[in-house]
């Protein structure tokens, strides 16, 4: 006991001569951050050094539990670790993330000791992304060691004294073992350290002081490395009686020494594997060092570029911002560099970012490390990006197209700088006005529908043609088409194209109506045919059948007055009557079409052809071509039929021919129809008076058909007409 009061009075005395530390001012100048957290998770207090790490001032987290700061991923493994170290009063080396105040993840290694007395985790944390000076920090937190004495009596095989860090170096309850003792102690030596420890420890004779490492089993699972100094007591006669010892828990220092281990084969590896190009350089620019894996990036050897200068790589016109880093570097710690070209071995240059941080007053450095990073693709894209952007401005900016964006209440948020050539407005004029406004009264109701629509998304929107009013107060017709972006970050509402359809409409107007005139004049016209055909009716009846009734009724009144009782009265009278039958059937054949679905096409014309060579006033010559088996739909029969009816009229009655001729062909896709006559002819240029020309070319032209005349006076008349057929049937098929 003296020799300890005479030690413990020395330490005082030479700590005494030590100058007090401002605590404030040390925490301040440590670049780790101390943390202190109660048992709820909740910080208590907070180190100036957090705002360095995670962009934090204390205010802002004091108070405030730790998940509210951890990477959603790393929560639960950290709740599980907090708890843990609650019971086990220590943990290190636990690595997590944290959301830095910008955003950003900062990955974070931690070293903690739970204080049951104060009921509070003290925990020390750095930036894990800075491993090497992480772990050159860890290194020397590892020389504070957790230090336990013990005696041990080797006669009676018992442990007389234990201090009670030896209970928490060795991961025990000290209420549960009352007794340290030699069983416990086996238990928990690692089972491949078993024989090593064996022979040191039950070996006294051979030695008198020893120090030995061998690692332990904590009942929790943990392995702990244990370093013993041990001396051995012995009696008069120089038997040992008994050891004293210290167990130190060295496990922070071993895991930091593999640690650091494998922090340097990890850092070697990047630098040789990594994608970062890692090198040194002086103030001129020589490199001093250059990373391995400068042959997979750039496909330089590293020896090779070692004493050369860096300039010598970078593109010229890229020179000057470099140089101006290099000015800069020598009083500030780091400097990210703008993008710039550096060469390759095969002479193509590639885009780098870089960073430059200041090591010249490093010993082991000396110099300006830079680490760069090929962002050639990156930059190409961007780049790309870029044009396009420009490309969709210039095209959005002066595109016939309008392109607007409305809110949910219909106001302008963003309308194209070409509504000025549009519409004569400039965009300030319009923004913040409602697009109602400015929409003809009678358009208002369908393009709020449409509006309404693209809210609630009844159905996809069609677009709308309305009218708007134009800076001068005309209305122009424009067609808008919207879709709903209300829920993007970007655009926040509808999204409207807008086009001048002003001419267009105009244009479908003029039209509508010149087909209504057509329209008009085509009723005319077969109303004026209707009264022709009617007349020329009349006419037939009236010269030919009226005639021939008026002399049978003549035969037979003279017969049944007894004037004459010649018998061949009758028989006259009946031949006379069948004249008049055959008349009205040749007449009714020339106005009305044949039962179709009960004959074919040939058959009909051939029966119409017939029905007017039996006159003998004109010979018609029949070519069909093709059409034996051939069943037409019934718009193309009826118009066939109707137009070899009025051509054969036509010849009949004004072309003077004796002989003409119908040839029919049917053709892959298409059906022709060709009727020529020998007849006087006509001057197609000179306007005519009938319409059974115009009635004939109508009747091809609804059935999307070709229609050619050829004619001149004094060669006779030919009409080509050629029918797409879009469905054929052949009635034996």
């Known amino acids: 006991m003296k020799d300890q009061s005479l030690a413990a009075e020395t ?3 030479k700590t005494s001569t030590f100058p007090q530390i401002d605590p404030l001012k040390l925490l301040q100048s440590i670049v780790d951050v101390i943390f202190v957290v109660d048992e709820k998770g909740y910080f208590q207090y907070v ?5 360095e790490l995670l962009g934090y001032e204390e205010v802002e987290i004091v108070g405030k539990s ?4 951890i990477h959603p991923d790393d929560i639960e493994n950290t709740v599980k670790i907090v708890k843990e170290a609650t019971h086990n009063c220590r943990t290190s080396n636990f690595e997590n993330r944290y959301i830095h105040k910008d955003g950003s993840i900062i990955p974070i290694i931690w070293s903690g000791r739970w204080d049951n007395n104060e009921r509070m985790l003290y925990c020390s944390a750095r930036n894990g992304s800075e491993k090497y000076e992480v772990e050159h920090r860890l290194q020397k937190a590892q020389k ?3 230090v336990a004495n013990y005696e041990f009596d080797i006669i009676n095989n018992i442990y007389t004294y234990t201090s009670d860090t030896l209970f928490e170096i060795f991961g025990l309850e000290k209420s549960n073992y009352p007794q340290f003792t030699s069983e416990v102690f086996w238990s928990l030596v690692h089972p491949e350290d078993l024989p090593f420890v064996r022979q040191t420890i039950l070996q006294p004779d051979f030695i008198i002081n020893s120090q030995h490492e061998y690692r332990i089993i904590r009942p929790d699972g943990k392995i702990a490395y244990i370093s013993r100094h041990r001396e051995i007591i012995r009696d008069e006669e120089g038997n040992p009686i008994k050891t004293i010892g210290t167990l130190q828990d060295i496990t922070i220092q071993k895991t930091g020494e593999l640690a650091v281990q494998q922090s340097e084969i990890r850092f070697r590896s990047l630098v040789e594997n990594g994608n970062d190009l890692v090198g040194i350089i002086d103030l001129t620019g020589k490199y001093i060092f250059v990373g391995m894996n400068v042959k997979v990036h750039l496909g330089y050897d590293a020896q090779e570029m070692i004493g050369k200068n860096a300039f010598d790589y970078i593109h010229p016109d890229d020179l000057r911002g470099i140089a101006e880093v290099l000015n800069q570097i020598q009083y500030a710690q780091s400097l990210n560099v703008a993008p710039f070209r550096f060469i390759n071995n095969k002479g193509e240059y590639r885009w ?3 960073t430059v941080s200041n090591h010249l007053q490093n010993p082991a450095i000396g110099g300006l490390v830079t680490n760069s990073k090929d962002i050639t693709e990156k930059k190409l894209k961007e780049d790309a990006l870029r044009l396009s952007e420009q490309r969709f401005k210039a095209l959005v900016h002066n595109g016939s197209d309008l392109i607007v964006i409305i809110d949910d209440k219909g106001s302008f948020n963003y309308i194209s700088d070409n509504v000025k050539s549009v519409l004569g407005y ?10 109602l406004e400015f929409i003809h009264p009678e358009d208002i109701e369908k393009a709020s529908f449409e509006i309404q629509t693209l809210l609630h998304g009844n159905r996809t929107p069609k677009g709308v043609q309305h009218r708007f009013k134009d800076k001068n107060g005309k209305w122009i017709w424009m067609e808008s088409k919207g879709s709903n972006h209300l829920n993007n970050e970007t655009l926040k509402g509808i999204l409207v194209n807008s086009r001048n359809i002003d001419d267009r409409v105009k244009l479908q107007e003029r039209l509508n109506q010149e087909l209504l005139n057509k329209q008009k004049e085509i009723t005319s016209a077969v109303i004026k ?4 055909e009617r007349s020329q009716l009349g006419l037939e009846l009236h010269d030919n059948v009226n005639q021939i009734l008026t002399t049978v009724k003549l035969y037979n009144e003279m017969y049944l007055t007894g004037y004459l009782h010649d018998k061949e009265l009758l028989v006259k009278s009946t031949q006379y009557t069948q004249d008049c039958i055959n008349e009205i059937r040749n007449i009714s054949k020339r106005l009305s079409a044949p039962t179709l679905g009960k004959i074919s096409i040939k058959d009909s014309i051939k029966e119409l052809i017939n029905s007017i060579n039996i006159t003998k006033r004109l010979e018609i010559i029949y070519l069909p071509h093709g059409i034996d088996n051939y069943t037409a739909s019934e718009d193309l029969h009826t118009s066939l039929y109707r137009i070899v009816q009025e051509s054969l009229n036509n010849i009949l009655k004004y ?3 004796r002989i003409a001729s119908v040839e029919i062909i049917r053709q892959e896709g298409s059906l022709v129809l060709k009727i020529c006559d020998n007849g006087k002819g006509f001057d197609t240029s000179t306007k005519r008076g009938g319409i059974g020309i115009t009635n004939m070319k109508t009747r091809a032209e609804n059935l999307n058909a070709s229609f050619r005349l050829t004619s001149s006076p004094g060669r006779g008349c030919q009409i080509e007409i050629c029918f797409p057929i879009y469905e054929e049937t052949d009635t034996e098929n």
Do not use: D, L, W
């Open 47 to 51: 180190s100036p050094s957090c705002y």
């Open 529 to 532: 045919a209707q009264e022709a």
């Open 11 to 13: 330490v005082n005395r």
């Open 655 to 657: 072309s003077g021919a």
């Open 352 to 354: 780098v970012e870089t």
């Open 66 to 69: 730790f998940i509210n700061f």
């Open 426 to 435: 400039i965009p300030e004029e319009m923004i913040g006005k409602n697009a």
């Open 144 to 146: 504070m060691a957790r």
